[in-house]
């Protein structure tokens, strides 16, 4: 996956799309060519008949649009007057779910949280640097930033690295990652809602147990493993077989490439 630092953008006609260019959906890493005059809307209806095929879990259009039109602008290197021809930017204020989200993750881990090592922050800082739905901050990210630091650098530490400035926001949560790679995945795992997380299977499918650290390292403890595939099953049986599916895929995949090393 290609390191993403981009904005929030919206197409200014659907029925326009670059011209030349390609899409990739990262769950099975197909490549879609834009057809010539195909509208957005066409586009992704052949994406998601695609998946069906396939047999991959299904997606909405709402849910892979905004996907759709990121990989749009990242995986073609479009120019700037090709990205202002066909795209405006997006103003990228945080849902209100989203912020209290935050709150409540911010809540839970300044009362229970232990400190988090510089070496893991930048761990944690390179995959989200490295994750597709990695996306520059806007105002509201960094409101919500600024006044979280305040509070990390009177109660814990003042310590900075070198790719904490490119740190944006998470296209899924709408967090401020700055803060939030300070935090435990126990405290963003009890705040999160189901519908946010079970974007990260829909979008990258078991891709997303290497590509989100907060995925990866929920894995690594029973009691934050059990909250994950909690919230993502959300007691639903398909959506626990699918995960299990893509966890065992995740496993089989882990041991094929320590096998070729
Ligand atoms: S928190 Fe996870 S999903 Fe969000 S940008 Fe970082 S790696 Fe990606």
Not at 124 to 147: D, E, Y
Not at 155 to 183: H, N, W
Request: proline share 5%; glycine share 4%; charged share 20%.
């Amino acid at each position: 996956m290609s390191a993403i630092v981009t904005k929030y953008y919206e197409i200014k006609d659907p029925n326009k799309l670059p011209p030349d260019t390609t899409v990739i959906d990262h769950y099975d890493n197909t490549s879609f060519i834009v057809k010539q005059g195909e509208t957005l809307d066409q586009l992704l209806d052949r994406m998601i008949s695609h998946r069906q095929e396939k047999g991959h879990p299904p997606i909405t259009k709402e849910s892979l649009r905004p996907f759709v039109l990121t990989t749009l602008i990242e995986n073609n290197n479009l120019t700037q007057q090709q990205v202002d021809q066909y795209f405006v930017p997006h103003a990228a204020l945080p849902q209100f779910s989203q912020a209290i989200s935050f709150a409540k993750a911010f809540a839970v881990e300044y009362l229970h949280g232990k400190a988090v090592s510089i070496k893991e922050r930048r761990r944690r800082a390179q995959k989200c640097l490295n994750c597709p739905h990695h996306r520059a901050s806007g105002v509201g990210a960094r409101i919500m930033n600024t006044l979280s630091n305040i509070v990390h650098n009177t109660f814990r530490d003042s310590a900075t690295y070198p790719e904490e400035t490119r740190l944006g926001t998470c296209g899924i949560c709408g967090c401020p990652m700055q803060s939030k790679v300070k935090f435990s995945p126990y405290s963003i795992l009890t705040s999160s809602s189901p519908d946010q997380l079970r974007i990260l299977p829909n979008t990258l499918g078991s891709k997303m147990f290497t590509a989100c650290w907060i995925i990866e390292d929920s894995l690594k403890d029973a009691k934050q493993k059990a909250l994950l595939f909690g919230k993502l099953s959300g007691g639903n049986s398909n959506m626990e077989m699918l995960m299990r599916n893509l966890h065992n895929q995740h496993v089989s995949e882990q041991v094929t490439k320590s096998r070729v090393k």
